[in-house]
């Protein structure tokens, strides 16, 4: 891992912190452990449910399907009878964009599933592809027989054994309901609401499916239901025997075994698609670097994530430093001297944003920065240094690879900040939301409207570009219903309401998006021939994007330049000016590490 990583960066942020950047959580919408409001049903099973039954549609003879999202177009059939499919549709409708498809949304919201109800921690791999049309049949029913079930797993990869192990975790939690088997679980007549038989007499995901099974107390539907022929677990469980259930007695085993073949179950995927290395939890992770324009001033913004272990306090004593380079000038690549500057805020994250990472016993600590930059000199890379002030050794966090380990090792390079010449401007863009008239056939009074989100967009494009062409691409992949994504080129024009701003020319345009998370790549065409682009730019919170004011910077001797001594008297001087005789203690490593 070496920062940038967009795919890592994006579906590390989705599964550890339960959210996306712009702060839509999925992890709440299941964790923890919950019921649906109404239906009563558990949505962790929904959502385990769901991943399998996309998975299901694999035939390893011709290397189609797997975890695709084609289950969004097969929910018609009989082998995928159940509202709680319908439900957690909607629940991932918004999550997919550019970076993470609807089958990796499918596959993490598994993985949270299982974590959320004390199950095992499945490793994540990402890069499934969506589909966008419905695949080939072969999902097990109740009533099929031993061999056509063995057949069917078969197909999907999986041997008699493994088809045992997979019903068996898949069955740990969630039940059958009388609405879709009413011969298995009787409706209740004075209820609109369907009957839930639950598996076993737990909601977590655990092993009392087998010990129950096993003990002869189980009322699991799908093994001891009044119609024979749909009593597909004890047909299952027994086909060897009771061997492998039997195996799964021990609680550790079974968990173990679960994360296993579950986690091959989610990698299941057609045979042209390459899953990614497993997406880690990273210790220390940077966000949200971007140069922006606020309240009439050029900001640079990022953030430091570090994990802070389950019932312990953040250090309150720890000072995290940002540190940066200029880009232009005398001073540039740091010759002279180093600009830094203290977080604007911190503050420890809510141990319950994911069920993954809390499973794993961490919560997060974040420190965000936001500094003001002069363009003429920018920005060129940056990094961080934390002291604990303990005695410790101060640690660097520079994007070198041991930063993968926490360790926060000198040696790295740096965080690049690899251009400056075109910046999305999100608090000078904006959007509303409008009746489509079209779709809607000009009848507003109609129930479910359709409605489109009108962009007005804004970004700024460095003097001496001189672009002959400001354009984009548009894309939005969470649209209603699943119809195909939304794509859309379109170019931007040289808008004079908004005044030229530090050496920033503003160009506009306006578009119209059917989905709900819309996302820019943005190209400037310099006159040298060269495209200047700014990738996978968010678009959610734009004109309400909170305002935070940036921090003091101070300047201290550069790292490597031989003036760096008389540097840092200058340094020390302005830091007098801002700092208190206490932060100035806490300066003070900083820079004998300097000057070593
Ligand atoms: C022989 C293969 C299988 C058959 C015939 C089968 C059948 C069923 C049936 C009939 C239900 C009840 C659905 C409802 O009433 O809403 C159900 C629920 C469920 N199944 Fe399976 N299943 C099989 C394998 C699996 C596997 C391999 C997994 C996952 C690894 C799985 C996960 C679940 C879950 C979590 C539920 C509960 C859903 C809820 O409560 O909403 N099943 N299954």
Not at 57 to 70: I, K
Request: glycine share 8%; hydrophobic share 35%.
């Amino acid at each position: 891992y070496k920062w940038p990583s967009p795919q890592y960066d994006t579906l590390e942020e989705l599964l550890y912190m339960g959210r996306r950047s712009d702060g839509s959580s999925l992890a709440s919408l299941v964790h923890p452990c919950r019921k649906r409001t109404g239906t009563l049903g558990s949505i962790p099973a929904e959502w385990l449910r769901f991943a399998f039954h996309d998975m299901a549609t694999h035939n390893v003879d011709d290397g189609t399907g797997g975890m695709d999202g084609s289950i969004v177009y097969e929910l018609g059939r009989s082998e995928n009878f159940g509202i709680g499919f319908n439900q957690t549709l909607s629940d991932f409708e918004g999550f997919p964009n550019a970076r993470v498809s609807r089958a990796d949304i499918t596959a993490i919201g598994a993985i949270m599933a299982v974590a959320t109800c004390g199950g095992p921690v499945i490793p994540f791999r990402g890069g499934r592809i969506d589909t966008w049309t419905a695949g080939g049949f072969g999902t097990p029913e109740p009533q099929h027989d031993l061999s056509t079930l063995n057949e069917s797993f078969r197909k999907q990869g999986f041997n008699q054994e493994e088809m045992i192990k997979l019903v068996a975790c898949g069955h740990s939690f969630g039940g059958v309901r009388s609405t879709e088997f009413p011969s298995l679980v009787p409706p209740n007549p004075d209820s609109l609401t369907a009957v839930i038989h639950d598996f076993d007499t737990t909601p977590d995901f655990d092993n009392a499916v087998v010990t129950e099974y096993l003990s002869g107390a189980t009322t699991n539907p799908l093994v001891v239901g009044a119609n024979k022929t749909l009593v597909s677990d004890l047909r299952v469980f027994e086909s060897d025997g009771n061997k492998t259930i039997q195996s799964f007695a021990d609680k550790d085993t079974y968990a173990n075994e679960c994360r296993d073949i579950l986690a091959r179950m989610i990698d299941v995927v057609p045979k042209d698609v390459t899953l990614t290395d497993e997406i880690k939890l990273l210790p220390v992770k940077v966000g949200y670097a971007q140069l922006a324009f606020e309240k009439g001033q050029l900001v640079f913004k990022t953030s430091l994530r570090l994990l802070q272990p389950l019932n312990t306090d953040v250090n309150k004593n720890r000072v995290t430093t940002l540190l940066w380079c200029d880009k232009y000038g005398s001073n540039a690549g740091c010759s002279g001297k180093t600009s830094t500057a203290l977080p604007v805020t911190s503050f420890p994250e809510d141990p319950n944003l994911s069920p993954v990472t809390l499973k794993l016993g961490y919560y997060f600590v974040t420190y965000t920065y936001v500094v003001p930059i002069a363009s003429n000199t920018s920005i060129s890379k940056f990094w961080f240094e934390m002291d604990e002030k303990d005695g410790s050794p101060l640690k660097v966090f520079d994007n070198n690879e041991a930063d993968t380990q926490g360790q926060g090792l000198k040696g790295g390079n740096g965080y690049p900040i690899d251009q400056d010449q075109v910046i999305f401007a999100p608090m000078l863009s904006s959007v509303v939301s409008l009746y489509d008239s079209a779709a809607n056939k000009g009848d507003t009074s109609a129930t479910n409207l359709t409605v489109i989100k009108r962009y007005t967009l804004v970004t700024g494009v460095r003097d001496g570009v001189n672009p002959t062409r400001v354009h984009a691409i548009a894309n939005d992949v969470a649209i209603r219903n699943f119809t195909e994504p939304f794509q859309s080129s379109f170019d931007f024009v040289l808008n004079s309401t908004f005044p030229p701003l530090q050496g920033y020319t503003f160009y506009t345009a306006t578009i119209d998006d059917p989905g709900m998370q819309l996302t820019l790549d943005i190209f400037a065409e310099g006159a040298d021939g060269k495209t200047y682009q700014q990738n996978f730019v968010e678009t959610l919170l734009l004109d309400n994007t909170p305002y935070v004011k940036p921090a003091s910077v101070v300047t201290i001797g550069g790292r490597t330049s031989a003036a760096s001594k008389s540097a840092v008297t200058t340094g020390a001087t302005v830091l007098l000016a801002v700092f208190s005789a206490h932060l100035l203690g806490t300066w003070n490593p900083i820079i004998d590490w300097m000057l070593s």
